[in-house]
């Protein structure tokens, strides 16, 4: 019994120490791709790191009550949760996580924790941003879900499951038994909703509040900045190894290095499709981007649900 | 014993004697009146007791048999409907003589004496000539007494009733010279028994639009209406309990004629009778003033007991009470209905007469000149009992009478009978507790005007309703009082009759009832009663479990326990709140027996004393009456869809879906769901989280244990597989789901916390309808976590938010904030409440997001799936838009300082709900296998792949484990929580206001919250989807209602030579209904 669970928290760590350096080295590697889009050189590659560190060495600190010191906390156990019910690798016990615990409409809600947690942590602070901020996060939330579930609908439908490991057990043997070829509208309407997920242009409304002065990350100073920092990436790692699993059939090779290999080809061109959107087209007001998701995503993914009912 | 004639020589001799008498003292001739009046009412029991024992009683006058004497006959029928009319006339003569303040003197007293000895006369004796001048000394003593007075009103009204006494008078005349050329005879009993080839078409026609004019029939009845707008209230009872008794009566001794020689005739009457109730109840709706909308509602009744009386299958009923009654007194069951129904009619008609008498004034228009007797309990009992008995509502004998004629009507298939009573039924409810909710009406409260629903300002809440009017002495009240106490005995024996032999337990409600009634009388403390209340439903809970089983134990967990748990919040205030326990414990245990009934009449007694307790519930609020008067109208509707679905006896899928509808009506369905945010909203605070959390479960629990009916195919020998497979489940799936995404949506944009806690609920029930509707083990244990898990987060909402709005003295969120400060429990308590509503894991409220989503798409029902998800998002809006506003930002001015924590009292529920939420949540197996058990007699799990494995529960589709989740999210919690313990260990706590942004700190902190239309964007992008249609589309059919009645109303116009026409118009059509030509 104690092996077993010793056993398993060294295989988490292990999963965590990869997702946390992978994920922060792809935060550096976009923030340069984006410079040179618009003609700058860039931030060095290894900045995240530099920042959460500098961040968690602040002295200073500042609170406005329990809420708000606790929302950063919610925020990174809502990251790192979602990651930890994911299967990362497909067949591998070191990175299986603990997907034992439930099927991707667990994932699924869990991605609300940390979200509606740090939404409480910034409402405390009082800052009139925060909650505007939310506000529309929230309001996009909800319309990307749409699509979203509908794709996630239409890929369960399809292979008779919910769970995780079986969906990505199914796109095995080459990739014309992706998802993404089996079923083309799930995974279109999934990636569509990927984009607003992942809070990047047009869909950046959300994070206005934050470029003036203050808004809910950066009213978060010293190491409450830093855990959310770290969380952003966890978070933006676990999303993307999400739809990797969903529509482009996972990741999987008898050498775990070279199924580590797989996902981050993967995982990088996905993250890579979305700042190549983001850096093309200009921002959505928040009711734009709410008719949006609810538009043609919806549609493609009605089609891919109606498809399977048929 | 005294013998018939007695009375009419003891009231004529009354009539005569008393202007003499009076001059001896006008206190020996009250006091010998009312002996008098006593006498009568005691002789016509001895009749009762004497037929029992020997049959009819048949007095001969002039020692001669008829035909050469005139006889006098007094069966049971007659019996018992003059023990009706001189226990009207003994109190309202009492009324008349001691309440009014232009008291009866000696004229009057011998006018009443007169009429009296005429209505006596009209019911006993059997001959047709004599009937004749009974009927003139009834109306011209009726006329001396309505014209008695200075109002020059009341002449005019007693001028068109001579008119119409005329007319009719002359027709019965006419008739009886032509009964008698054709057959040589004048006694009733010799004609029937000469049962001749005579053609006896026009005598009888004539005959009988004599009595019916005087019965009102439509649409020669608009001089009665005048009559009772202008006559004083004790007059009004007069007519319309004693006239028009005495008048049936003689209608019924008329029916062995009719039905032996014209049958058309009888077709003519029965049609007519039906017109007049559905057509009076229609106009009365458009009323303003509260005697004529009375008359009116006299009108209508008068018709129901005809058409009753004529249909000829009104009396098929096998109802146990009914038999027993009818064994009992030796009469035919229908005659047992329209005994019931007389008796109720005249007794609550007569007692809300006299309660006008002591309002302001008798006009309806004005809202703030209403709720005379908010507060007023003397006023408010008698009025309140006597609007149930009319509108045929348990206890009272007129609910057990029309469930033996629309079950009869329903076993014969007599569709459009029960529509029309129904119907008509149901506009008399709508008018005839419009006037009681508006005489209650706190003066604040807009009545049924559309109001804002984002009110200017919130005033706190005022602690003492005012009381209004006062009826000083209190026992001028006895009138009224007696009458009802008298009818609810009745009805009382009549249920105990009926639900005798295994469902006594259904009267306990009732009891409960009067026992809380009575603590609160004797002024107990409210504490001491909250605890009596519980061990109430403690007892009430020991003595009904062992008739439970798997699936009545968890909704007996849900009413019972749930209510329980509840009820410490009311320790909250000090103050009495009398009537507030006696509604809630009869609710509660109503909602129980739900569990427990034997029959169908015991679940449609149960289902109604549900509705009538909540109702008492709802209308408490301060601002209640439009959100009341709706609840009533639609709970009613909804039982009287079911109501007709029982009778039918299910018979194909159309009577299933009215069963279902009438359901979906009571649970706020789209659609039908305007009733339910203002029900909820506007209660008081303690009652809304009983209404919501509780009440709203008693829908669902039917639905489960009728699931049988809703899966009949509407087309079963359709060709097309799509088409066959249409079933009721079908649609309820759907409605379902658009009721869930309704709700959510809904909830978004209301500023005002309760309304948006209100229509969370609806969006609740969806879910409920819509996990129901799946029709497999997997969706039934889902419907079941819903509703169980439902009671918990919503109990615990509508409890926390009482305490804030206790403390901060408003409903609306944009007026709060920043309290968590001050409410850290309720604060928490709401933070768990929210999860758990909105799925997120670790707590429950995933368990139920899991269970929906595998049970959906294993049925195959992906689009479902799709806008379920969608509308739980937004769900999330709402919730954290109603934590955020209330807990978090910045406070408003002066509203900070000054505001605690919520009581104690509402405090422990919350905690108790919490600990049980957060048991539900570690262990979910706790909850699921208790439903799956309750489920696998209908839906046995092994069948769809439902298994556990340890603490893993398996669907076909996926798996879940909630113990790991739990510990799982623990660890992620606590281990960065530890982290930022260690590296940010010297923290500085901020004040309140200090805040910093867009570089500056603000002048006024406090005026930054944001929370004011808090989703504008969403409101851009998606509001088309809320605008207000159904209530536009309900409102659409009660102003078309009300026109309707408008223009039936018109042909009243108050002008007595086309009162005349109209008697003329109603005597052709008459004529043309019976066949006749010309």
Do not use: C
Not at chain 2, 782 to 795: M, R, S
Not at chain 2, 946 to 957: D, I, P, Y
Not at chain 2, 961 to 968: L, P, W
Request: proline share 4%.
């Amino acid at each position: 019994m104690l092996t077993s669970i010793l056993t398993k928290a060294l295989y988490t760590l292990i999963s965590f120490f990869v997702i946390l350096n992978y994920s922060l080295l792809l935060l550096g590697t976009m923030a340069r791709v984006r410079a040179k889009v618009q003609g700058r050189i860039g931030q060095p590659v290894w900045q995240p790191y530099i920042d959460i560190i500098k961040n968690n060495a602040r002295r200073s600190g500042v609170t406005h009550g329990i809420m708000f010191y606790l929302g950063p906390v919610f925020r990174l156990a809502g990251g790192l949760g979602t990651y930890f019910f994911i299967p990362v690798i497909f067949g591998s016990k070191i990175f299986a996580n603990f997907s034992f615990s439930g099927d991707v409409l667990l994932v699924m809600y869990f991605i609300f924790f940390g979200q509606l947690g740090m939404a409480l942590g910034a409402g405390e602070s009082g800052h009139p941003y925060s909650p505007i901020g939310v506000a529309r996060g929230l309001a996009q939330m909800t319309a990307f879900e749409l699509p979203f579930s509908l794709a996630v609908i239409a890929v369960a439908a399809q292979y008779g499951s919910f769970s995780i490991t079986e969906i990505v057990a199914a796109q095995q043997g080459g990739w014309q038994n992706w998802v993404a070829f089996t079923n083309p509208f799930a995974m279109a309407a999934g990636m569509l909703a990927f984009l607003g997920m992942s809070m990047n242009n047009p869909f950046s409304i959300v994070i206005a509040p934050q470029e003036i002065p203050i808004g809910p990350p950066t009213e978060m100073h010293s190491s409450f900045l830093g855990m959310l920092q770290t969380n952003r990436a966890i978070f933006n790692g676990a999303k993307m190894v999400l739809f990797m699993n969903l529509f482009f059939g996972g990741a999987a090779h008898p050498n775990i290095f070279i199924a580590l290999g797989i996902m981050i080809m993967k995982t990088f061109l996905i993250y890579l499709y979305v700042v190549f959107v983001g850096v093309s087209f200009p921002r959505f007001r928040t009711e734009q981007s709410i008719r949006f998701f609810l538009g043609v995503p919806t549609l493609l993914g009605l089609i891919a649900v109606i498809q399977q009912m048929i | 014993m005294v013998t018939p004639i007695v009375i009419i020589a003891a009231a004529l001799a009354m009539a005569f004697l008393l202007p003499v008498l009076e001059k001896a003292g006008k206190g020996l001739i009250k006091t010998l009146s009312l002996l008098v009046l006593a006498g009568f009412f005691a002789a016509s029991l001895s009749w009762v007791a004497q037929i029992l024992q020997t049959g009819a009683i048949i007095s001969q006058t002039a020692g001669f048999k008829a035909p050469v004497s005139i006889n006098l006959s007094v069966s049971m029928m007659e019996a018992t409907g003059l023990a009706v009319i001189y226990l009207v006339a003994l109190l309202s003569g009492a009324f008349q003589i001691f309440v009014k303040k232009a008291v009866w003197q000696g004229k009057e007293l011998s006018l009443y004496f007169a009429l009296i000895l005429g209505l006596s006369g009209l019911v006993m004796t059997r001959d047709l000539f004599n009937l004749f001048v009974f009927m003139e000394i009834t109306s011209i003593s009726l006329y001396g007494l309505l014209v008695s007075g200075r109002d020059e009103r009341r002449f005019e009204g007693g001028f068109k009733y001579m008119i119409a006494g005329g007319l009719s008078s002359a027709f019965y005349l006419i008739g009886v010279a032509f009964l008698y050329r054709e057959t040589g005879q004048l006694n009733l009993d010799i004609i029937v028994a000469q049962s001749g080839q005579a053609n006896l078409y026009l005598p009888l026609l004539l005959l009988t639009i004599g009595i019916l004019i005087e019965l009102k029939p439509f649409p020669a009845n608009g001089w009665a209406l005048d009559v009772y707008e202008s006559a004083d209230p004790g007059t009004g009872a007069v007519i319309s309990a004693m006239n028009t008794t005495a008048l049936i009566l003689v209608f019924m001794k008329l029916m062995p004629l009719l039905q032996a020689f014209g049958s058309g005739i009888v077709y003519a009457a029965l049609i007519i009778a039906g017109l007049t109730f559905f057509l009076a109840n229609l106009a009365g709706i458009r009323q303003t003033s509260g005697r004529r909308m009375l008359g009116y509602s006299s009108l209508a009744q008068t018709g129901l007991i005809l058409f009753v009386l004529l249909s000829p299958s009104a009396g098929l009923s096998e109802e146990r009470g009914l038999s027993i009654i009818a064994s009992m007194l030796r009469l035919d069951t229908i005659e047992v209905i329209a005994l019931a129904l007389l008796i109720n009619h005249a007794l609550a008609k007569s007692a809300l007469f006299w309660l006008t008498e002591f309002l302001k004034k008798d006009a309806l228009h004005k809202s703030s000149e209403e709720g005379d007797y908010r507060g007023n309990r003397g006023w408010l009992i008698p009025a309140g009992m006597a609007v149930l008995a009319l509108t045929a509502l348990p206890p009272f004998p007129g609910f057990w009478a029309k469930w033996a004629v629309i079950t009869s009507f329903g076993a014969a298939g007599n569709i459009g009978g029960i529509a029309v009573i129904l119907i008509g039924s149901l506009l008399e409810v709508y008018y005839l507790f419009r006037w009681f909710i508006r005489t209650q009406a706190h003066g604040e409260d807009g009545g049924d005007v559309i109001a804002p629903q984002v009110p200017e300002d919130f005033a706190p809440e005022a602690a003492p309703a005012p009381a209004g009017l006062t009826i000083k002495p209190a026992w001028q009240i006895f009138a009224p009082a007696l009458s009802i106490i008298i009818l609810t005995s009745l009805g009382l024996a009549w249920a105990f009759l009926s639900l005798s032999g295994g469902q006594e337990l259904l009267l306990l409600p009732l009891a409960a009832l009067a026992l809380y009634a009575l603590f609160d009388l004797i002024a107990l403390p409210f504490a001491v009663k909250n605890i009596l209340a519980m061990a109430g439903l403690g007892g009430y809970a020991y003595l009904i479990y062992g008739e439970l089983n798997n699936m009545t134990l968890i909704f007996g967990a849900v009413f019972i326990a749930g209510s329980l748990v509840q009820l410490f919040l009311l320790f909250n205030k000090r103050d009495k709140r009398s009537g507030l326990l006696p509604f809630l414990v009869m609710m509660i245990l109503s909602l129980g027996n739900l569990l427990v009934f034997k029959s169908s009449l015991g679940f449609f007694f149960s289902w109604e004393m549900m509705t009538v307790s909540s109702f008492f519930l709802v209308i408490r609020g301060r601002q209640a009456s439009r959100a009341s008067l709706r609840y009533i109208m639609f709970s009613l509707a909804g039982a009287f869809m079911i109501m007709y679905a029982l009778a039918d006896g299910f018979r194909g899928p159309l009577t299933g879906l009215v069963f279902a509808i009438g359901l979906l009506i009571k649970m706020g369905a789209i659609g039908f769901h305007i009733w339910l945010p203002g029900a909820y909203a506007e209660a008081e605070d303690e009652v809304s989280t009983f209404l919501s959390s509780v009440l709203s479960k008693a829908g669902l629990f039917i639905l489960f244990i009728t699931a049988g009916i809703y899966g009949q195919t509407f087309f079963p020998g359709a060709g097309n597989a799509f088409l066959a497979s249409i079933d009721i489940n079908a649609i309820l799936g759907w409605i379902g789901v658009i009721t869930a995404l309704a709700g959510a949506m809904m909830a978004l944009f209301q500023e005002d916390i309760k309304y948006t806690l209100a229509y969370s609920s609806m969006g609740q029930i969806g879910y409920m309808i819509l996990a129901f509707s799946i029709q497999s083990h997997l969706g039934w244990v889902t419907a079941l976590y819903l509703a169980v898990t439902h009671l918990l987060f919503k109990g615990l909402l509508f409890m926390a938010i009482a305490g804030v709005i206790m403390r901060t003295g408003t409903r609306l969120m944009y007026q709060m904030g920043g309290l968590i400060k001050k409410m850290p429990i309720s604060f928490i308590s709401v933070l768990l409440a929210i999860i758990a509503l909105s799925g997120v894991p670790p707590l429950t409220g995933f368990g139920g997001k899991w269970l929906l989503y595998s049970s959906l798409m294993e049925k195959g029902w992906y689009l479902h799936a799709g806008l379920a998800m969608f509308s739980s998002g937004v769900a999330f809006l709402y919730l954290f838009r109603l934590i955020h506003t209330i807990f978090l930002g910045q406070p408003k001015t002066g509203m900070f300082e000054n505001i605690k924590e919520a009581p104690i009292w509402g405090l422990i529920p919350q905690a108790i709900f919490m600990m049980v939420i957060m048991g539900f949540s570690m262990f979910p197996s706790l909850l699921i296998k208790p439903l799956q058990a309750a489920v696998e007699m209908v839906y046995p799990a092994a069948a769809e792949g439902v298994a556990w494995q340890g603490s893993t529960v398996l669907s076909s589709l996926g798996y879940w484990n909630g113990s790991a989740v739990m510990y799982v999210t623990m660890g992620v919690f606590l281990i960065p929580l530890a982290w930022l313990m260690i590296v940010n260990g010297r923290i500085q706590k901020v004040k309140q206001f200090n805040i910093v942004f867009a570089a500056e700190r603000p002048y006024k902190p406090e005026t930054t919250h944001y929370a004011y239309n808090f989703f504008s964007h969403y409101q851009k992008a998606l509001g088309f989807l809320v605008e207000v249609r159904a209530e536009r589309f309900w409102t659409m059919i009660r102003k078309s209602t009300d026109a309707l009645g408008g223009l039936v109303r018109r042909i009243y116009s108050g002008n007595a030579q086309t009162y005349a026409f109209h008697i003329i118009i109603f005597v052709i059509l008459f004529h043309l209904l019976a066949g006749g030509t010309f």
